[in-house]
């Protein structure tokens, strides 16, 4: 059966973790490779690495980063941050990223979707999309506006459009952020998940409001996503990616358990 | 051990060479150059996308080499569309022909409610006693990302289910197909292309 996916986020700032899942008895817990490796171990299913910095300076620091992670890494490696160009995609996979993910530049340039797609494949392609509920808006979830920069700028597009534009050009998943939601940790955006997943066809990544196990079921149920990120599992009282599918597997949700 | 892997421009190899690096082999990379087919000890064909790159295999007489290989006795292993070029063909591209190892054509998905393409961890059921499935128990998961699927049949080595039964796995004498990616499915992944490299006639 397919399970429904944990997928381990770590935020990064110059070659070190910065926020993110950390784990106290590290010795180093600000190493992307040791908490990447750690987090596969725990049985996360897929690790995702986003560079904050994403500036010039920082992508040679960013592409060492990533080839140290990807080096003993058996899961799928997401990265994202800063990615503008088929170029600097590519350079990201040759240190090791199975997929990249792309926001602004994508909402930009949407052919830039295409383009990587056709070099690496569609599955190697995730779109990430940050928005936020328009209460103006006729259909304030499925009209959720689009927001680049970080979440500063309005991006003029409507979240199920956009998704779906995204998905025709290539896209091969969604990493889906509700701006709402993000940092509450009072629940994952439910209605705008479940619009999103209806809407397309390929995986949908729920991410922003975990607060504890139950919301993981609640966005995996109602909310219909394939996938859910889980940056800081520490914040609601588990202690890794293990005890939190012991407990969905205890809730009826298809998870895969570690060996 | 020198295993050659065979870059067709389909994806990235990285992951590939990778884990095979980790369990000790020297994979060494060719996209045309026929010596280094010939002189393999193990040939794995990658590959993500869409199945007409396979093409190139042709244009380029690696196909040639390559079944020339398979008659001494080499070990091969097709991961993913690798997987699916084993088999006659498949609807994806109609006119191109693969390797007719096996007989069954390759098909997508049909629609049924349920999301294309399969991506994500999913278990196997192992068939028979299969090689290159060795000390990998049913219900261990391996992860999946793909549109097009072979159906199960007498070579089928593991089955996997969505959107009902298909080959996950399959296998006859030197010759394997792994629709799934071993190169990220943790431990299990490595224990099966651990199988690969370990593998005599």
Redesign the interface.
Known sequence: ?????IIACLDVHGGRVVKGVQFVDLVDAGDPAALAARH?REGA?EIVLLDITATHEGRQTLLETVRRT???L????TVGGGIKSAVEAAQV????A?KISVNSAALKDPSLISEIGK??????VVVAIDARRDPEAKDPVRDAQVFVQGGRKLAGRRVVEWAREAEGRGA??ILLTSMDSDGTRTGFDCELTAAVSEAV???VIASGGAGSVAHFADVFGRGKA??ALAASIFHFGVSSARSLKEELVAAGVPV?L?? | MRVTVIDYK???L??VL??LQ?LGAEPEVTDSDLSVIERADRIVLPG??HFAATERLDSTGMTHVIREAVKRGVPFLGICVGMQWLYAGSTEATGQPGFGAFEDQCSRFPDAGE?????????LEVKGSPRLMAGVKDG??V?F??SYRAPVGADTAAVA??IGPFAAAVERGNVMGVQF?P????????KILRNFLEWTC
């Open positions: 059966m397919l399970t429904k996916r596969a299913d990807a080096r003993e058996f899961v799928p490696f996979f040759e240190a090791g199975d070099s690496f494949g569609a599955q190697a091969g998943e066809n390929i995986p394939d996938a895969r570690p060996c | 389909a994806g990235n990285t992951s990778k884990a980790h993500v996308g999301k294309v393409p399969h991506v994500g961890w999913n278990s261990e998961y992860y990302t793909h289910n969505y990616h190169e990220k499915s943790g431990e299990t992944g490595l």
